[in-house]
């Protein structure tokens, strides 16, 4: 049997940061190809595949029992966080939704996060919702990465409990939960090439919103406000090369 997984970049670099030893769970484990590949390069690991639909819960038992890790792998079906048991994992795992259903699974779950040390997301999009979770609840981002894979810009975004300094700064707050409080001091080429066309998505948008009949000035302005952000943070132009 061929005894490894070979995952995404995007996934590989999410397993990195699973703490030694963890217990921990994925939510919206799909294939559970995650827990699985740190399970097998982590003896001491132990997770929990969560799933909401019986068909990726089928597909990651049958992951789970191909690798022979079901003593260390539970699937389990259910709805966010409520497959979960209070106390049971030190980290969690939400990777491949939109931010606002990342955000909205740790809101409806709370009351299961009392031992969670660690959590990192993946959000597809709508990074700062999740950010703004983070900061109202007392996590601290720790560590983000951004990376392209397959014509896709993702960031990742590691935030633990009690961490000893925060990263935001009182009077940018706004603008670093849009950019990432990390990710903008370290301003690498795919940062550079997202918030490009970042500025035409909102040059755009505005051009629409003012050609419409009846106008939001609020949203206008919103906008606008952003633009001037993203125009500023581009006119820089200091690129680090780390990727």
């Given at each position: 049997m061929n005894n490894t997984i070979k995952l995404s970049e995007r996934l590989s670099t999410v397993a990195a940061y699973v703490t030694e030893g963890a217990f921990f769970a994925d939510i919206?484990?799909?294939?559970?190809?995650?827990?699985?590949?740190?399970?097998?390069?982590?003896?001491?690991?132990?997770?929990?595949?969560g799933e909401v639909k019986e068909g990726p819960f089928k597909s990651a038992l049958?992951?789970?029992?191909?690798?022979?890790?079901?003593?260390?792998?539970?699937?389990?079906?259910?709805?966010?966080?409520?497959?979960?048991?209070?106390?049971?994992?030190n980290v969690l795992v939400i990777a491949g939704m939109g931010g606002?259903?990342?955000?909205?699974?740790l809101e409806e779950g709370k009351d299961r996060l009392q031992s969670v040390q660690r959590i990192i997301v993946q959000p597809n999009?709508?990074?700062?919702?999740v950010r703004e979770w983070f900061y109202k609840n007392n996590y601290t981002i720790t560590s983000?990465?951004?990376?392209?894979?397959?014509?896709?810009i993702y960031e990742i975004i590691i935030a633990d409990r009690e961490a000893a300094k925060s990263p935001y700064k009182t009077d940018l707050l706004q603008e670093q939960l849009l950019f990432g409080p990390l990710l903008i001091e370290h301003k690498t080429e795919i940062f550079i090439k997202k918030w490009k066309n970042e500025l035409s998505?909102?040059?755009?948008?505005?051009?629409?919103?003012?050609?419409?009949?009846?106008?939001?000035?609020?949203?206008?302005s919103e906008f606008e406000k952003e633009l001037s952000w993203v125009q500023e943070v581009l006119k820089d132009g200091n690129v680090n090369s780390k990727q």
């Open positions: 919206g484990s799909d294939h559970a190809y995650l827990p699985c590949y740190v399970c097998l390069y982590d003896s001491k690991a132990h997770a929990i595949a049958e992951t789970v029992n191909k690798y022979d890790l079901s003593s260390r792998v539970q699937v389990r079906l259910g709805d966010g966080l409520q497959v979960l048991r209070q106390g049971e994992v606002s259903l990342i955000t909205s699974i999009v709508n990074e700062r919702n983000e990465e951004i990376l392209e894979e397959n014509g896709h998505k909102r040059i755009r948008v505005i051009d629409e919103m003012k050609k419409a009949k009846e106008q939001n000035q609020d949203k206008i």
